[in-house]
T-cell receptor
Framework: GQQVMQIPQYQHVQEGEDFTTYCNSS?????IQWYKQRPGGHPVFLIQ?????EVKKQKRLTFQFGEAKKNSSLHITATQTTDVGTYFC???????????FGKGTKLSVIP | DGGITQSPKYLFRKEGQNVTLSCEQN?????MYWYRQDPGQGLRLIYY???????QKGDIAEGYSVSREKKESFPLTVTSAQKNPTAFYLC????????????FGQGTRLTVV
C-alpha cells in the first residue's frame, strides 16, 4: 500500500531559526496536504499542493511539491513560539479517497 | 455552526469489552475517516467511507468495525479482538475535490484497563 515517510521526527530550534520538514511517498501522489496539530489538539489543514513543482507560501511558511509528485517539504522562516506543534503531510493517490499521513515532525521552539 | 463532533472526549473500558466511538458531522461531507494516533506513530488509517453504506479498510482495520448508515454519522467500534486499543482516536470528514481539506473532530482518548 501507499506509504508516506516524514523526517525528522523531532526538531528543536531556537526562536528565530529556520525549520524544514520533508515528506516522501512510495508512490506518485495526486496531491499532498499539510496539517498542523498543536499540543493537545487535533490536526488542522494548512494547504494542498496539486501540481508538479508547485510552490506555495503562507507568510513565513513555504510549501513545495516535487517534480515527480513523490516528495514535498514545508519550510518555516524565523520560527516563533506560536509555530510549536506537530506538522503532518498527507498524500492521496490518483482516484483514491484514502489520505495517508506521515508520522509527523514535532517542532519545539526555544524562546 | 458546522463541524465534526466526537464523543466522548475521554473513555475508559475494561479489557474484553467492545466500545463504540461516536462521530457526527453536519458539513454535508461525503467522505469520512477514522484514524488512530499513538506517540511517534503519526495518524494511521483504520477505516474510511466515501458514501453512505460503503466503507473500506485502512492500514490497521483488524479489531475494528464501522458502519455508515447515514451521511452524517460514522461510528467506530473497538472490539475485544483489538490487542492494543488504548490510543487517541480521530475522526475526519472531507467533501472531495471541491473542498479538499479534511476536517477533524476533537478526538476521543480511549483507555482500556
Amino acid at each position: 500500500g501507499q506509504q508516506v515517510m516524514q523526517i525528522p521526527q523531532y526538531q528543536h530550534v531556537q526562536e528565530g531559526e529556520d525549520f524544514t520538514t520533508y515528506c516522501n511517498s512510495s508512490t506518485t501522489l495526486s496531491n499532498i496536504q499539510w496539517y498542523k496539530q498543536r499540543p493537545g489538539g487535533h490536526p488542522v489543514f494548512l494547504i494542498q499542493l496539486v501540481k508538479s513543482g508547485e510552490v506555495k507560501k503562507q507568510k513565513r511558511l513555504t510549501f513545495q511539491f516535487g517534480e515527480a509528485k513523490k516528495n514535498s517539504s514545508l519550510h518555516i522562516t524565523a520560527t516563533q513560539t506560536t509555530d510549536v506543534g506537530t506538522y503532518f503531510c498527507a498524500g492521496r493517490g490518483a482516484g483514491s479517497y484514502q489520505l495517508t499521513f506521515g508520522k509527523g515532525t514535532k517542532l519545539s521552539v526555544i524562546p | 455552526d458546522g463541524g465534526i463532533t466526537q464523543s466522548p472526549k475521554y473513555l475508559f473500558r475494561k479489557e474484553g469489552q467492545n466500545v463504540t466511538l461516536s462521530c457526527e458531522q453536519n458539513l454535508n461531507h461525503d467522505a469520512m475517516y477514522w484514524y488512530r494516533q499513538d506517540p511517534g506513530q503519526g495518524l494511521r488509517l483504520i477505516y474510511y467511507s466515501q458514501i453512505v453504506n460503503d466503507f473500506q479498510k485502512g492500514d490497521i482495520a483488524e479489531g475494528y468495525s464501522v458502519s455508515r448508515e447515514k451521511k452524517e454519522s460514522f461510528p467506530l467500534t473497538v472490539t475485544s479482538a483489538q490487542k492494543n486499543p488504548t490510543a487517541f482516536y480521530l475522526c475526519a470528514s472531507r467533501q472531495g475535490t471541491s473542498q479538499p481539506e479534511a476536517f477533524f473532530g476533537q478526538g476521543t482518548r480511549l483507555t482500556v484497563v
